[in-house]
């Protein structure tokens, strides 16, 4: 399986970006699709999941703000990114796995990342 991630940037505090994940290999559908983020210094930690047809998980951290969604005719997940903290500041990664988790472990495939930067 290999993912693409895109749509990351550099934006103000309060604004927004939509980063996307186009996966190919195998498969999409019957997948957990989640997305996890890196700041320096920092350990990855999970963001957000979507799964099965369309359930979705949050972390605490960007519940009400973020919204992942899926596209499985385009294999393609969606990270939503609207009133943008520059805590939200990092490497916004994409992952493929057969479980959920909001621990990178179980996730198999990886996205290259995506530079995610909020200004204040």
């Known amino acids: 399986v290999q993912l693409q991630a895109s749509g990351g940037g550099l934006v103000q505090a309060g604004g927004s970006l939509r980063l996307s994940c186009a996966a190919s290999g195998r498969t999409f559908s019957g997948y957990v699709m989640a997305w996890f983020r890196q700041a320096p210094g920092k350990e990855r930690e999970f963001v957000a999941a979507?799964?099965?047809?369309?359930?979705?998980t949050y972390a605490d951290s960007v519940k009400g703000r973020f919204t992942i969604s899926r596209d499985n005719v385009k294999d393609t997940v969606y990270l939503q990114m609207n009133s943008l903290k520059s805590e939200d500041t990092a490497v916004y990664y994409c992952?493929?796995?057969?479980?959920?988790?909001?621990?990178?472990?179980?996730?198999?495939?990886w996205g290259q990342g995506t530079q995610v930067t909020v200004s204040s």
């Open positions: 979507t799964w099965g047809g369309g359930n979705t």
């Open positions: 992952a493929n796995g057969g479980v959920l988790a909001t621990r990178p472990g179980p996730y198999h495939f």
